[in-house]
């Protein structure tokens, strides 16, 4: 079963913005769509440890955003398709939590990448695949997105760039230094 990102993802452009989701409505969108596939959902207790298991202020924010989706595209159905009684659900959201990263719900409503990266790592936490790719290019893809990686790289640019003009720096100011030194010797 193979999960229709382009089509998902034309889906949430279709859906009216919305007040984000209470997080007990959230947390019983995705619970329902584990009961409408044979899974036995995550308990009560096991919601509640999330916190502290993943210590992310961005992680109710991200509940509401994975129930929004849900109940506003394919992805449901398509999620309840791929699921079956011996599915664990604790685990699949244990593995979207912990790739998804530093995502924000306003990321996901306003920048395609990251929409995609949202939709990618939820079908890689399911085990399912994406239509038209083999599961190794999926997975290339996936990582290309990675906004945690992108930040590191944009860091370690940012870093290179600063010493680069230290280093620019410090040759001009040795420059006029020679100059100086050098109109003060033939004076």
């Known amino acids: 079963m193979a999960f229709d990102l382009d089509q998902l993802r034309e889906q949430l452009a279709a859906v009216p913005l919305v007040s984000p989701y209470s997080h007990d409505l ?18 009560l207790e096991q919601w509640q440890a999330f916190p502290q298991r993943f210590v992310s202020p961005l992680w109710r924010e991200q509940v509401g955003m994975l129930a ?4 506003s595209s394919s992805l449901r159905e398509e999620t309840v398709r791929l699921l079956n009684p011996r599915f664990d659900a604790m685990e699949a959201l244990n593995r979207f939590f912990e790739i998804l990263g530093p995502l924000t719900a306003e990321m996901v409503r306003s920048n395609k990448f990251r929409q995609e990266e949202f939709l990618r790592k939820w079908i890689f936490a399911l085990g399912g695949e994406v239509k038209g790719e083999r599961p190794k290019e999926s997975l290339q893809r996936m990582n290309q997105l990675d906004y945690r990686k992108a930040m590191k790289d944009f ?16 040759m001009l100011q040795e420059a006029a230094q020679k100059a100086a030194d050098a109109r003060g010797w033939r004076e």
Do not use: M, N, W, Y
Request: glycine share 2%; proline share 5%.
């Open 68 to 71: 929004h989706v849900l109940a």
């Open 155 to 170: 860091e370690k640019a940012e870093a290179a760039r600063k010493a680069e003009a230290q280093k620019r720096e410090k």
């Open 26 to 43: 959230a947390v019983a969108i995705i619970c329902d769509t584990f009961r409408l596939g044979s899974a036995r959902p995550p308990s």
